[in-house]
């Protein structure tokens, strides 16, 4: 099994709509998980930590699920900003890296 | 402005012509890595620091060195580049350890002819 594994898409919406991106990883000593943001070759940014209790930061829910080992992403209300790669990225037990997915590529369009 | 700087942005080399690329963050903060991104192959870590004079390998730490001589600074050295180090390459800093949120540098296109 792959250290973290996500669905690469593209998943392509129109505008309005809810999109939910699925992340499973295979250390389950994991203490933090990440969803990062990319755009195009840049650097990638910090979308959300996400904690075991879920969290929410307007259109976007993060949730982890320990048990099953996987975090997910929704996002809801699409915009055509929301165009981007979504890196999960949990970290590893010691602590000393970001272990990243390959990313989930969405596409927005109008 | 809090934030992670790399120099250069861009550099185009020939193989076996050492190269550094510097890192340098203003957050103070304890713990620098080093990512290359390659297509289908995800961000993987290169080497990492937890703190001043404290280094370690990661994933890929093969053809790469670093220093961590002062805390605000992780340069990467390549002391005989050649065409598999072409790649785009992120330094990323965090308060503490990896399991805090890490921030990225604006990465640096690095193709080596």
């Known amino acids: 099994r792959k250290e973290v594994e996500q669905d690469p898409g593209p998943f392509n919406v129109p505008e309005g709509a809810t999109v939910a991106f699925n992340c499973t990883y295979s250390n389950s000593a994991s203490q933090s998980f990440f969803w990062y943001r990319q755009d195009c070759r840049k650097e990638p940014k910090l979308l959300m930590s996400v904690y075991s209790s879920g969290n929410e930061d307007g259109r976007f829910t993060a949730q982890l699920n320990r048990a099953s080992q996987y975090i997910s992403l929704l996002i809801r209300d699409s915009k055509l900003s929301d165009s981007a790669t979504y890196l999960c990225?949990?970290?590893?037990?010691?602590?000393?890296?970001?272990?990243f997915g390959k990313g989930t590529t969405l596409s927005v369009s109008s | 402005e809090a934030q992670v700087t790399q120099n250069p942005r861009y550099l185009i080399t020939v193989t076996g012509k050492k190269l550094t690329v510097t890192c340098s963050q203003n957050m103070n903060h304890e713990y620098m890595s080093w990512y290359r991104q390659d297509p289908g192959l995800g961000l993987r870590q290169i080497y990492y620091s937890m703190n001043v004079e404290v280094t370690d390998k990661g994933d890929v730490p093969e053809g790469y060195k670093v220093s961590r001589k002062e805390k605000r600074n992780f340069p990467l050295i390549l002391e005989s580049p050649s065409p598999n180090q072409t790649s785009l390459y992120f330094c990323a800093s965090s308060s503490g350890e990896a399991h805090n949120e890490q921030f990225f540098g604006p990465g640096t296109r690095l193709t080596v002819l």
């Open positions: 990225a949990p970290s590893n037990q010691a602590g000393t890296a970001l272990i």
